[in-house]
């Protein structure tokens, strides 16, 4: 790999006067720069983004710590991520921070030691995640779908409960009376959140949520296949089900045709997150979208506000998701 100063020899010139063609600290009279673009190019000479930082204090790097990104909701937020950082001249390195808390904290080391100049952060693990946070001078933080306590940095939420509150509300709309819930792990706050508007929405309408109709798998296809496998051996079975991810819910579409339980025929099912798969599913799948892309773009146009210094009161934005009518609910039989 070419150096700095293999580039200097070559154009003839000095190693700072090529520092400061690369990083336009000081006038340049043209034939030179020409000169040592070129050389540049031919030697195919790649600056250090660290060494330019120290002079800099700049990368132009995004760090992006999720939880799982083989989940196909993060992939698609990853991607619109990654996208609105681009445009804007920075770009990301993506940590994927599944397996707990003493990974998260390897990743956040790793991500500080590149010299990010901020950090994007979709929590999802337990409240005391906090405590594995960077200082709060270390670089600005932006927070989606979930604020950390303690966390001193801005934050922008997807209106989660609201969601599985309308998602419940249009299979009451339908008239369904015995609607079961599945979603993930209790103890992680997207899954009360989202069992949360369930049972609110239940509560309004004034219908009883049994024991057993609230149903606890991990947030995969697998444990949607679970739940709805449980839920279909019940005497008592439900007649719509609303579902906090869509990735539970192509296992629960599975479980019922396995079944020979006709969707919506027999059970109506709605989904969570919108992913791109949720439309090719059969039938395809009722879901509530998050504004994915909204938040993308927001979350990067604020940190980059916060990275050139902007000295604003912290920030607390809500977006809203919306319905997506598909083919897999339907009135109760």
Known sequence: MATMKQVAERAGVSIS?????????RVVS??????????????????????RSLKNDKTNTIGVLVPNSSNPYFAELIRWLEDAAFQRGY?????????????????????????????????????????????????????????????????????????????????????????????????LPRSRERVGGFLRAMEEAGLDVAPGDIVHEEFTSAGGHAAFSRLLARDRRPSAVFVASDLMALGGLCAAGRAGVRIPDQISVVGYDDIGASCYTSPPLTTIAPPKYDMARLAIEQLIERIKGTQAPLRNTALA??????????PPA
């Open 91 to 187: 770009n990301i390195i993506l940590c994927n921070a599944h397996g707990g808390g003493k990974k998260q904290t390897a990743y956040l080391r790793l991500l500080m030691e590149k010299r990010i100049d901020g950090l994007v952060l979709v929590a999802s693990g337990a409240d005391d995640e906090q405590g594995l946070m960077p200082g709060r001078d270390a670089v600005p933080i932006v927070q989606l779908e979930r604020a950390l306590p303690g966390l001193d940095a801005d934050v922008i939420l997807a209106g989660q409960e609201e969601g599985a509150r309308d998602a419940t509300r249009h299979l009451i709309a339908l008239g369904h009376r015995v609607i079961a819930c599945v979603s993930g792990p209790e103890d």
């Open 30 to 51: 043209d034939d030179v720069r020409q000169r040592v673009q070129g050389v540049i190019d031919e030697m195919r000479y790649i600056p250090s983004a660290v060494a």
């Open 321 to 330: 998701g919306h319905l997506v009518l598909r083919a897999s609910t339907a």
């Open 17 to 25: 006067t090529v520092s400061h063609v690369i990083n336009n600290t």
